[in-house]
């Protein structure tokens, strides 16, 4: 009873300092049921099954910690050909932006969408989030439908020839940055949306994206050098008959990263991969990747590849689980969950799941934890590579998988390119 009493002022205290922005009906109504939601399902601690391994406290608290304003200044995809959206401080910069226009495609801000009477956006803004919430609860997702006011709203109406690329800036160590992004791919349509650098202090972010038939959508994601900042991320997905959803995150450092993926696959002979690279350094560090797939439709494909470099204290943590509900026969679902320990003192926290009703199925999910391979960093050694340049050519074969989901190789190239310059640092 203490327990819920504290869980429920730490709720009332959160949503007590958030305004419910005005809108069109329907996004008012959306905005409305998502404190409903906050307020029963109450905010993250440590005593929720599914945060176990990872103390919410910096992210449930009215006030963002103060931070140093420093963060990774250069452009990871700078030498790519994007549509740039800029975002300071947690803000939609429009002079710093690109003009939001391209071939394929429509964008505009979330808030002059959720101003409009009629929008397509209805049928995703909050839907996406609320259908996510089963069978585990995700207040933190709801309490950003309920008050983010920035974001981006894309809609792909056809094959969109160059990537959208969010990046985030910040010029204060105090902003609480909390920012929404809805994205629709028609059928038949592609796009990419790469994300990049520093919203805050704090930052809240959701992507609800959805999928229509045939359609493809690939997101790749720089979480950088941004030591002292604590940052949740959710993305919610909708994949329908052979559409193709295709995710992947590279994070370095930062003193708490919570990535949260929850994908739906609907249609049949749909494919659903998420990946993440993951190189932490210090007490600190804590990383927690949490993935939900769920399997309801025949003859789809799903992948979970992870991979975490932790030395001097870091921790790392995988909760990852693949559903395949009755009917879904012929369900392809692999998930691998690794840890390559640096340091002694530095540890890896996996839960991998697997629940199951069909059973016409090849599902399955392995987690492993280990240190540098000794007989490899002779081998390299005792061929004149020196000892700092042999670990971090073994850190990039181990993460070589990882990288490997990323389509793109020019953009694979980029995100290689800057792990050899982290892991050289």
Request: with cysteine.
């Amino acid at each position: 009873m203490v327990l819920a009493h504290a869980k429920a002022d730490l709720t009332d205290a959160r949503l007590n300092c958030l305004t419910v922005p005005n809108g069109a009906s329907w996004a008012t109504e959306a905005r409305s049921a998502a404190v409903a939601r906050v307020r029963a399902m109450g905010l993250p601690t440590r005593r929720d099954e599914y945060w176990k391994y990872t103390n919410p406290a910096a992210l449930t608290s009215v006030d963002a910690a103060t931070v140093n304003d420093a963060a990774d200044a250069e452009a990871v995809f700078g030498a790519t050909d994007a549509l740039r959206i800029v975002f300071v401080d947690g803000a939609f910069d429009a002079d710093a932006s690109d003009a939001p226009a391209a071939d394929g495609m429509e964008i505009e801000t979330l808030g002059s969408a959720l101003t409009a009477d009629i929008h397509w956006a209805r049928d995703v803004f909050g839907a996406l989030e609320s259908k996510g919430q089963t069978p585990v609860d995700r207040p933190l997702a709801a309490l950003n439908i309920a008050s983010a006011t920035e974001g981006m709203v894309i809609r792909a109406t056809g094959k969109v020839s160059k990537p959208v690329l969010i990046e985030y800036r910040q010029t204060t160590g105090v902003a609480d940055a909390m920012i929404h992004h809805v994205v629709k791919i028609d059928a038949d349509a592609d796009l990419t949306v790469l994300e990049t650098g520093t919203a805050g202090a704090r930052v809240n972010t959701v992507l609800e994206v959805d999928v229509a038939d045939s359609a493809a959508f690939h997101h790749v994601r720089t979480q950088g050098r941004d030591h002292d900042r604590a940052v949740t991320t959710h993305c919610f997905a909708r994949v329908a008959s052979e559409a193709t959803f295709k995710s992947f995150t590279l994070t370095a450092n930062g003193t708490l990263t919570r990535n949260e993926c929850v994908i739906d696959i609907v249609g049949d002979n749909a494919v659903a991969h998420v990946a993440g690279a993951c190189v932490g350094d210090g007490r600190d560090f804590h990383h927690d990747d949490t993935v939900f797939i769920t399997h309801d439709a025949v003859n789809c494909e799903s992948r979970q590849v992870f991979k975490k470099v932790l030395r001097n204290g870091a921790t790392g943590v995988f909760q990852g689980k693949i559903l395949v509900k009755e009917g879904a026969q012929k369900t392809d679902g692999y998930q691998i969950s690794q840890s390559l320990l640096l340091e002694d003192d530095s540890q890896f926290l996996a839960k991998p799941e697997l629940e199951i009703y069909a059973d016409d199925v090849a599902c399955s999910h392995g987690s492993t934890s280990g240190a540098i391979d000794e007989m490899a960093l002779f081998y390299l050694r005792s061929r004149g590579v020196r000892h700092a340049d042999a670990i971090s050519l073994l850190t990039l074969a181990f993460l070589a998988e990882a990288l490997e989901e990323i389509e793109d190789e020019g953009l694979s190239e980029a995100i290689r390119d800057r792990l050899e310059i982290w892991l050289a640092c």
